[in-house]
């Protein structure tokens, strides 16, 4: 399974951001994968956003639900991001990645597939 992203690479503050992950090798509708966001500010930690499931569903971190979105185009094999109003607090690298989760219903699971990742900067 191979995932590769791609995204603006820069955006002024208060804009949205929207990335693509496509997905090669394995189909985002397979039961049980689910398929996540991930993203890591210069010099910090990893940060989770959010996944979206093989069926559908989805699920965000609290502290960015309010201003995130994912979503999917399965004709494509491809999931999205979308995060609103963005600042320059979020320049990160943003990484999309295949989830095992731990049980059949989203429970946190572990990363088992990764992007590369795709910079983005946002500055004005």
């Known amino acids: 399974v191979q995932l590769q992203e791609w995204g603006p690479g820069l955006l002024k503050p208060s804009q949205t951001l929207s990335l693509t992950c496509a997905v090669y090798?394995?189909?985002?509708?397979?039961?049980?994968?689910?398929w996540s966001w991930i993203r890591q500010p210069p010099g910090k930690g990893l940060e989770w956003m959010g996944v979206i499931g093989y069926e559908g569903s989805t699920y965000y971190s609290p502290s960015l639900k309010s201003h995130t979105s994912i979503s999917r185009d399965t004709s494509k094999n491809q999931f999205s991001l979308q995060l609103n109003s963005v600042t320059p607090e979020e320049t990160a690298m943003y990484y999309c990645a295949r989830v095992v989760p731990a049980s059949s219903s989203w429970d946190g699971g572990r990363m088992d597939y990764w992007g590369k990742g795709t910079l983005v900067t946002v500055s004005s």
């Open positions: 090798g394995g189909s985002i509708t397979t039961s049980y994968y689910y």
